[in-house]
Protein backbone atom coordinates (compact mmCIF):
# COMPACT_ATOMS: atom_id res chain seq x y z
CA UNK A 1 0.00 0.00 0.00
CA UNK A 2 1.21 3.51 -0.83
CA UNK A 3 0.17 6.29 1.54
CA UNK A 4 0.37 9.83 1.24
CA UNK A 5 0.35 11.94 4.63
CA UNK A 6 -0.75 15.33 4.80
CA UNK A 7 0.08 17.11 8.17
CA UNK A 8 0.48 20.40 9.37
CA UNK A 9 3.53 19.31 11.29
CA UNK A 10 6.04 16.72 10.38
CA UNK A 11 9.41 15.67 11.40
CA UNK A 12 11.40 16.72 12.63
CA UNK A 13 9.02 19.62 13.87
CA UNK A 14 8.21 18.63 17.61
CA UNK A 15 5.12 18.40 18.77
CA UNK A 16 1.81 16.07 19.10
CA UNK A 17 0.78 15.63 15.44
CA UNK A 18 4.52 15.30 14.45
CA UNK A 19 5.04 12.68 17.05
CA UNK A 20 2.10 10.70 15.87
CA UNK A 21 3.00 10.92 12.30
CA UNK A 22 6.26 9.78 12.99
CA UNK A 23 4.74 6.90 14.82
CA UNK A 24 2.37 5.76 12.11
CA UNK A 25 5.34 6.40 9.08
CA UNK A 26 7.73 4.54 10.65
CA UNK A 27 4.94 1.01 11.67
CA UNK A 28 3.36 1.63 8.56
CA UNK A 29 7.27 1.51 6.58
CA UNK A 30 8.41 -1.66 8.50
CA UNK A 31 5.22 -3.47 7.80
CA UNK A 32 6.38 -2.98 3.84
CA UNK A 33 3.85 -0.18 2.96
CA UNK A 34 5.70 2.84 1.17
CA UNK A 35 5.02 5.95 3.28
CA UNK A 36 5.42 9.52 2.18
CA UNK A 37 5.04 12.49 4.65
CA UNK A 38 4.40 16.50 3.73
CA UNK A 39 4.30 19.65 5.34
CA UNK A 40 3.47 23.32 5.13
CA UNK A 41 7.12 24.54 5.17
CA UNK A 42 5.73 27.95 5.22
CA UNK A 43 3.79 29.79 8.57
CA UNK A 44 2.65 33.03 9.50
CA UNK A 45 1.54 32.94 13.08
CA UNK A 46 -0.93 30.34 13.46
CA UNK A 47 -1.19 30.04 9.80
CA UNK A 48 0.30 27.65 7.44
CA UNK A 49 0.80 27.86 3.07
CA UNK A 50 1.57 25.41 1.08
CA UNK A 51 1.09 24.34 -2.44
CA UNK A 52 0.83 20.78 -1.23
CA UNK A 53 -3.04 20.89 -1.87
CA UNK A 54 -2.15 21.41 -5.84
CA UNK A 55 -0.43 18.25 -6.28
CA UNK A 56 -1.64 15.18 -8.06
CA UNK A 57 -1.10 12.15 -5.98
CA UNK A 58 -2.16 9.96 -8.54
CA UNK A 59 0.28 7.32 -7.21
CA UNK A 60 -1.13 6.69 -3.90
CA UNK A 61 -3.47 4.65 -2.60
CA UNK A 62 -4.51 6.49 0.58
CA UNK A 63 -4.47 10.37 0.67
CA UNK A 64 -4.44 10.23 4.86
CA UNK A 65 -4.84 14.05 6.18
CA UNK A 66 -4.57 15.91 9.24
CA UNK A 67 -6.09 18.19 10.18
CA UNK A 68 -8.17 21.20 10.01
CA UNK A 69 -5.76 23.70 8.70
CA UNK A 70 -7.28 25.78 6.32
CA UNK A 71 -5.08 26.05 4.02
CA UNK A 72 -4.21 22.67 3.97
CA UNK A 73 -6.88 20.33 5.17
CA UNK A 74 -9.88 22.17 3.91
CA UNK A 75 -8.57 22.33 0.93
CA UNK A 76 -7.47 18.65 -0.20
CA UNK A 77 -10.47 17.49 1.20
CA UNK A 78 -12.19 19.82 -1.27
CA UNK A 79 -9.95 19.45 -4.54
CA UNK A 80 -9.39 15.82 -3.39
CA UNK A 81 -12.62 14.68 -2.61
CA UNK A 82 -13.03 11.83 -5.31
CA UNK A 83 -9.81 10.12 -4.11
CA UNK A 84 -9.46 7.64 -1.03
CA UNK A 85 -9.31 10.10 1.46
CA UNK A 86 -8.76 9.21 4.99
CA UNK A 87 -9.24 12.41 7.45
CA UNK A 88 -8.19 12.51 11.14
CA UNK A 89 -9.35 15.33 12.90
CA UNK A 90 -7.26 16.54 15.76
CA UNK A 91 -9.55 19.54 17.42
CA UNK A 92 -12.07 22.23 17.02
CA UNK A 93 -9.55 25.07 16.18
CA UNK A 94 -10.59 28.05 17.77
CA UNK A 95 -8.56 30.99 16.32
CA UNK A 96 -9.75 34.71 15.92
CA UNK A 97 -13.61 35.62 17.54
CA UNK A 98 -15.66 32.78 18.35
CA UNK A 99 -17.79 33.85 15.45
CA UNK A 100 -15.49 33.84 12.98
CA UNK A 101 -14.44 30.34 14.58
CA UNK A 102 -18.09 28.98 14.77
CA UNK A 103 -18.18 30.03 10.93
CA UNK A 104 -15.05 28.01 10.09
CA UNK A 105 -15.92 24.98 12.33
CA UNK A 106 -19.51 24.41 10.46
CA UNK A 107 -17.93 25.20 6.79
CA UNK A 108 -15.19 22.61 7.57
CA UNK A 109 -17.47 19.94 9.28
CA UNK A 110 -19.27 19.97 5.95
CA UNK A 111 -15.77 19.31 3.95
CA UNK A 112 -14.74 16.48 6.50
CA UNK A 113 -17.77 14.93 5.47
CA UNK A 114 -16.40 14.41 2.34
CA UNK A 115 -13.33 12.08 3.43
CA UNK A 116 -13.91 8.40 3.02
CA UNK A 117 -13.74 7.66 6.31
CA UNK A 118 -12.81 9.91 9.51
CA UNK A 119 -10.59 9.35 12.49
CA UNK A 120 -10.72 10.53 15.95
CA UNK A 121 -8.77 10.55 19.13
CA UNK A 122 -12.11 10.45 21.53
CA UNK A 123 -15.63 9.93 21.75
CA UNK A 124 -16.22 13.14 22.61
CA UNK A 125 -15.01 14.25 18.79
CA UNK A 126 -16.80 11.43 17.31
CA UNK A 127 -20.06 12.28 18.72
CA UNK A 128 -19.17 15.69 16.43
CA UNK A 129 -19.29 13.79 13.83
CA UNK A 130 -22.03 11.15 14.37
CA UNK A 131 -23.76 11.66 10.61
CA UNK A 132 -20.30 10.59 8.97
CA UNK A 133 -20.98 6.65 8.23
CA UNK A 134 -17.79 5.53 9.03
CA UNK A 135 -16.59 7.30 12.11
CA UNK A 136 -12.96 5.36 14.23
CA UNK A 137 -11.81 6.67 17.11
CA UNK A 138 -8.03 5.67 17.73
CA UNK A 139 -6.73 6.68 20.70
CA UNK A 140 -2.76 8.34 20.13
CA UNK A 141 0.06 6.44 21.71
CA UNK A 142 2.29 7.48 23.78
CA UNK A 143 5.88 7.75 22.63
CA UNK A 144 7.96 7.26 26.70
CA UNK A 145 6.01 3.79 27.06
CA UNK A 146 9.35 2.04 27.34
CA UNK A 147 11.46 4.47 29.15
CA UNK A 148 8.85 4.68 32.35
CA UNK A 149 9.18 1.03 33.57
CA UNK A 150 7.48 0.83 36.92
CA UNK A 151 7.93 4.78 38.21
CA UNK A 152 9.03 5.09 41.71
CA UNK A 153 6.72 8.23 42.46
CA UNK A 154 8.74 8.55 45.98
CA UNK A 155 12.02 9.44 44.06
CA UNK A 156 10.59 12.74 43.17
CA UNK A 157 11.75 15.43 45.91
CA UNK A 158 10.30 19.10 47.19
CA UNK A 159 9.56 22.05 46.10
CA UNK A 160 6.60 21.15 44.31
CA UNK A 161 7.07 21.35 40.88
CA UNK A 162 4.47 22.00 38.30
CA UNK A 163 5.83 21.38 34.37
CA UNK A 164 4.29 22.75 30.90
CA UNK A 165 5.53 20.93 28.17
CA UNK A 166 4.37 22.01 24.44
CA UNK A 167 4.16 25.06 22.07
CA UNK A 168 4.14 28.55 23.18
CA UNK A 169 0.70 29.55 21.04
CA UNK A 170 -1.52 31.68 22.32
CA UNK A 171 -4.79 28.15 22.72
CA UNK A 172 -1.82 26.71 24.94
CA UNK A 173 -2.68 29.28 27.76
CA UNK A 174 0.55 29.58 29.30
CA UNK A 175 0.07 33.06 30.36
CA UNK A 176 -2.72 31.31 32.26
CA UNK A 177 -0.05 29.04 34.48
CA UNK A 178 2.17 32.40 34.88
CA UNK A 179 -0.52 34.11 36.43
CA UNK A 180 -1.20 30.88 38.96
CA UNK A 181 2.70 31.07 39.58
CA UNK A 182 2.21 34.77 41.13
CA UNK A 183 -0.29 32.85 43.49
CA UNK A 184 1.84 29.84 44.82
CA UNK A 185 5.23 31.26 44.82
CA UNK A 186 6.81 28.32 46.45
CA UNK A 187 5.78 26.39 44.10
CA UNK A 188 8.22 25.51 41.23
CA UNK A 189 7.21 26.05 37.50
CA UNK A 190 9.27 24.13 34.38
CA UNK A 191 8.03 25.36 31.15
CA UNK A 192 9.26 23.57 28.26
CA UNK A 193 8.61 24.53 25.05
CA UNK A 194 9.15 27.16 21.77
CA UNK A 195 6.91 29.51 19.99
CA UNK A 196 7.06 32.61 19.05
CA UNK A 197 5.11 33.82 22.15
CA UNK A 198 8.20 33.14 24.09
CA UNK A 199 9.22 36.51 24.51
CA UNK A 200 5.89 37.88 25.52
CA UNK A 201 5.81 35.13 27.66
CA UNK A 202 8.96 35.68 29.79
CA UNK A 203 8.09 39.53 29.87
CA UNK A 204 4.83 38.56 31.98
CA UNK A 205 7.25 36.26 34.04
CA UNK A 206 9.78 39.38 34.72
CA UNK A 207 6.86 41.43 35.06
CA UNK A 208 5.06 39.45 38.41
CA UNK A 209 8.92 39.53 39.52
CA UNK A 210 8.63 35.38 39.35
CA UNK A 211 11.74 33.56 40.34
CA UNK A 212 9.91 30.12 40.44
CA UNK A 213 9.59 29.90 36.90
CA UNK A 214 11.91 28.61 34.32
CA UNK A 215 12.04 28.18 30.92
CA UNK A 216 13.62 25.23 28.79
CA UNK A 217 13.61 25.38 25.18
CA UNK A 218 15.20 22.88 22.51
CA UNK A 219 15.22 20.04 25.34
CA UNK A 220 16.11 16.51 24.27
CA UNK A 221 14.08 13.06 24.69
CA UNK A 222 15.73 12.20 27.77
CA UNK A 223 15.95 15.62 29.16
CA UNK A 224 12.17 15.74 28.87
CA UNK A 225 12.48 12.73 30.75
CA UNK A 226 14.06 13.70 33.42
CA UNK A 227 11.30 16.44 33.59
CA UNK A 228 9.05 14.50 34.42
CA UNK A 229 10.50 12.34 36.60
CA UNK A 230 11.00 15.74 38.56
CA UNK A 231 7.66 17.21 38.54
CA UNK A 232 4.70 16.15 41.19
CA UNK A 233 2.33 17.95 38.45
CA UNK A 234 2.30 18.17 34.78
CA UNK A 235 -0.33 21.10 33.25
CA UNK A 236 -2.11 21.41 29.91
CA UNK A 237 -3.90 24.91 30.78
CA UNK A 238 -5.33 25.71 27.23
CA UNK A 239 -7.72 28.21 26.74
CA UNK A 240 -10.06 26.57 24.02
CA UNK A 241 -10.66 23.64 21.89
CA UNK A 242 -7.93 24.02 19.62
CA UNK A 243 -6.68 21.51 22.69
CA UNK A 244 -8.47 18.17 22.22
CA UNK A 245 -6.13 15.68 23.96
CA UNK A 246 -3.03 16.28 25.56
CA UNK A 247 -0.63 13.34 25.23
CA UNK A 248 1.56 15.31 27.74
CA UNK A 249 -0.46 14.53 30.46
CA UNK A 250 -0.14 10.47 29.90
CA UNK A 251 3.50 11.11 29.24
CA UNK A 252 3.76 12.66 32.36
CA UNK A 253 1.59 10.50 34.70
CA UNK A 254 3.77 7.85 33.00
CA UNK A 255 6.55 9.27 35.55
CA UNK A 256 4.19 9.96 38.46
CA UNK A 257 3.49 13.15 37.33
CA UNK A 258 -0.63 14.40 38.22
CA UNK A 259 -2.60 15.73 35.03
CA UNK A 260 -4.02 18.89 35.82
CA UNK A 261 -5.89 19.94 32.74
CA UNK A 262 -8.39 22.85 31.32
CA UNK A 263 -12.12 21.09 30.92
CA UNK A 264 -11.98 21.22 27.40
CA UNK A 265 -14.04 18.50 25.31
CA UNK A 266 -11.32 15.46 24.30
CA UNK A 267 -9.02 16.82 27.25
CA UNK A 268 -11.74 15.96 29.64
CA UNK A 269 -11.73 12.41 28.06
CA UNK A 270 -8.22 11.90 28.38
CA UNK A 271 -8.18 12.97 31.90
CA UNK A 272 -10.69 10.72 33.22
CA UNK A 273 -9.02 7.72 31.69
CA UNK A 274 -5.48 8.84 33.61
CA UNK A 275 -7.36 9.61 37.22
CA UNK A 276 -6.00 13.25 36.67
CA UNK A 277 -7.70 16.82 38.23
CA UNK A 278 -9.78 19.22 35.58
CA UNK A 279 -10.23 22.85 35.85
CA UNK A 280 -12.08 25.79 34.61
CA UNK A 281 -10.81 26.88 31.27
CA UNK A 282 -9.19 30.46 31.62
CA UNK A 283 -9.70 30.82 35.20
CA UNK A 284 -5.67 31.03 36.54
CA UNK A 285 -7.76 31.55 40.23
CA UNK A 286 -9.04 28.00 39.71
CA UNK A 287 -5.74 26.76 38.82
CA UNK A 288 -3.90 28.13 41.33
CA UNK A 289 -6.32 26.47 43.75
CA UNK A 290 -6.16 23.57 42.61
CA UNK A 291 -2.21 23.50 42.56
CA UNK A 292 -1.98 24.63 46.32
CA UNK A 293 -4.23 21.56 47.30
CA UNK A 294 -1.90 19.30 45.84
CA UNK A 295 1.56 21.21 47.16
CA UNK A 296 -0.29 21.37 50.62
CA UNK A 297 -1.33 17.95 50.80
CA UNK A 298 0.86 15.65 49.72
CA UNK A 299 -1.07 12.30 50.68
CA UNK A 300 -3.21 13.59 48.69
CA UNK A 301 -0.71 14.01 45.91
CA UNK A 302 0.36 10.43 46.95
CA UNK A 303 -2.36 8.93 46.22
CA UNK A 304 -3.18 10.40 43.26
CA UNK A 305 -0.21 10.18 41.53
CA UNK A 306 0.23 6.49 42.20
CA UNK A 307 -3.52 6.01 40.30
CA UNK A 308 -2.35 8.61 37.24
CA UNK A 309 1.08 6.22 36.83
CA UNK A 310 -1.01 2.82 36.69
CA UNK A 311 -3.61 4.21 34.58
CA UNK A 312 -0.83 5.57 31.97
CA UNK A 313 0.76 2.51 32.56
CA UNK A 314 -2.43 0.87 31.49
CA UNK A 315 -3.14 3.19 28.59
CA UNK A 316 0.31 2.32 26.96
CA UNK A 317 -0.11 -1.17 27.06
CA UNK A 318 -3.22 -1.05 25.40
CA UNK A 319 -2.80 2.04 23.14
CA UNK A 320 0.75 1.28 21.69
CA UNK A 321 2.17 2.23 18.77
CA UNK A 322 1.38 -1.50 17.38
CA UNK A 323 -2.15 -0.98 17.85
CA UNK A 324 -2.36 2.80 16.43
CA UNK A 325 -0.69 1.32 13.22
CA UNK A 326 -2.52 -1.70 13.04
CA UNK A 327 -5.67 0.11 13.53
CA UNK A 328 -4.93 2.73 10.59
CA UNK A 329 -4.22 -0.46 8.45
CA UNK A 330 -7.72 -1.22 9.23
CA UNK A 331 -9.16 1.88 8.17
CA UNK A 332 -7.00 2.06 5.19
CA UNK A 333 -8.06 -1.12 3.57
CA UNK A 334 -11.86 -0.74 4.73
CA UNK A 335 -12.15 2.37 1.67
CA UNK A 336 -9.62 0.30 -1.13
Request: overall charge positive; aromatic content about 10%; glycine content about 6%.
Amino acid sequence: MKVLIVAPDAPPYKGGISRITSILRDGLTHLGHEVSIVSPKFRVGELKFSTIPFGKYSEFDIIHVHGPTPFLSDLMLLLHSKRRIVYTHHAQISYGSEIVAGTYRSLHKILAMKAKALIVHSFDYANLFSAHKNVVVIRPPCAFSNLAGDFNIYSKSLPFTVLFVGQLRPFKGVNLLIKAASMVRDVHFIIVGNGYLKPKLLRLADKLNLENVMFYSNVSDDELVSFYKKAHVVCLPSVNTTEAWGLVLTEGALFGCVPLASNLIGVRENVKLLGGILFRPRSYIDLAKKIRTLSENMNLWEKLSQKCCKAASKYTKVYSPDYYVRKHIEVFSMII
